[in-house]
């Protein structure tokens, strides 16, 4: 049995945080008030879905691993609800909207195993309007990624596009004798909470992502070399480099969220 549930575990990415004062560290970064719903992503074996539920108004608790529901719906608990399923196919608006819940009223919370963590930040940003608070516990590269400054190695498409519309920090490292089994990395556990306006317009975010996405495809290239690898005339990303006060040697990583919106926009406006 033992076996069989670390195969399950291996496969789901299951890492059980274990430690309590990890647990209460993330419920006060959460902070969850009596009129708040939380929606909680992989509940596990209930460790922090459970405080959560002490402090909430009502927590919605999303596991995968269907062998973990009969155990956490035991509780009993009036004001919490699991949702079997896989939280890449649930509609965040769906979940709060059904709840009774609005925008300000709702956060998102949960320990992401690395294999989706990716995939559901981009998620969070396509389905913001449903909260105004996330804190997930991620791999320390991921938050990393997330809180990234331009500048740094870590500084990447998903940094733009995350703190275009998200304030983000790092509360707190997490080391890997806090769960159950241990993963091999260092977790952080990273705080987004929602502006309320755009740091910086821009016109088409699907385009916005492509864009990001070419100029970025070399990191050790030039801002102006990926460009002409994406198809952009040389003469035309010249002329925007020119106009904009771009250094002509600058790497992606080296440009900035502003930058980069306004060469978006740029380059936007000339196929008007």
Same mark, same amino acid.
Do not use: W
């Given at each position: 049995?033992?076996?069989r549930?670390?195969?399950?575990?291996?496969?789901?990415g299951?890492?059980f945080l274990?430690s309590?004062?990890?647990l209460?560290?993330i419920?006060?970064?959460?902070?969850p008030?009596p009129?708040?719903?939380?929606?909680?992503?992989?509940?596990?074996?209930?460790?922090?879905?459970?405080?959560?539920?002490?402090?909430?108004?009502?927590?919605?608790?999303?596991e995968?691993?269907a062998?973990?529901?009969?155990?956490?719906?035991?509780?009993?608990?009036r004001n919490?609800?699991i949702i079997?399923?896989?939280v890449?196919?649930?509609?965040f608006m769906?979940l709060?909207s059904a709840?009774?819940?609005?925008?300000?009223r709702?956060?998102?919370?949960g320990?992401?195993?690395?294999s989706?963590?990716s995939?559901?930040l981009f998620?969070?940003?396509e389905?913001? #309007?449903?909260?105004?608070?996330?804190v997930?516990?991620?791999?320390k590269?991921?938050?990393?990624?997330v809180?990234a400054?331009?500048?740094?190695?870590?500084y990447a498409?998903?940094?733009?596009?995350?703190?275009?519309?998200?304030s983000a920090?790092?509360a707190?490292?997490v080391?890997?004798?806090?769960?159950?089994?241990?993963?091999?990395?260092?977790? #952080?556990?990273?705080a987004?909470? $929602?502006?309320?306006?755009l740091?910086?317009?821009?016109s088409?975010?699907?385009?916005?992502l492509r864009?990001?996405?070419?100029?970025?495809?070399? $990191?050790?290239?030039?801002?102006?070399?990926n460009?002409?690898a994406?198809?952009?005339p #040389?003469?035309?990303a010249?002329a925007?480099a020119?106009?904009?006060?771009?250094?002509?040697?600058?790497?992606p990583?080296q440009?900035?969220i502003?930058?980069?919106? #306004?060469?978006?926009?740029?380059?936007?406006?000339?196929r008007?």
């Open positions: 049995m033992k076996k549930q670390g195969r399950r575990r291996r496969i789901l299951q890492h274990r309590p004062g990890v209460e560290k419920v006060r970064t959460i902070d008030g009129d708040d719903l939380v929606i909680e992503i992989g509940a596990g074996r209930g460790a922090l879905t459970f405080l959560l539920a002490e402090k909430a108004g009502s927590v919605l608790a999303i995968k691993d062998a973990l529901i009969p155990f956490l719906e035991a509780r009993g608990l919490l609800t079997p399923g896989d890449l196919n649930l509609d769906k709060a709840a009774g819940s609005p925008p300000e709702t956060k998102l919370a320990n992401l195993p690395y989706i963590s995939p559901l998620k969070v940003i389905e913001r #309007a449903a909260f105004h608070k996330c997930f516990l991620v791999q590269e991921v938050a990393a990624r809180c400054r331009p500048g740094s190695k870590s498409p998903l940094s733009i596009l995350l703190q275009l519309h998200f920090s790092i707190l490292t080391h890997p004798g806090s769960f159950s089994p241990p993963p091999r990395v260092e977790s #952080a556990l990273v987004l909470e $929602r502006r309320a306006v740091l910086h317009p821009v088409d975010e699907r385009t916005f864009f990001l996405q070419g100029c970025f495809k070399q $990191r050790r290239k030039t801002l102006l070399n460009l002409a994406a198809g952009v #040389a003469a035309r010249e925007a020119a106009e904009l006060g771009f250094e002509r040697k600058k790497r990583e440009v900035t502003a930058q980069f919106t #306004a060469l978006f926009e740029y380059f936007q406006k000339a008007a």
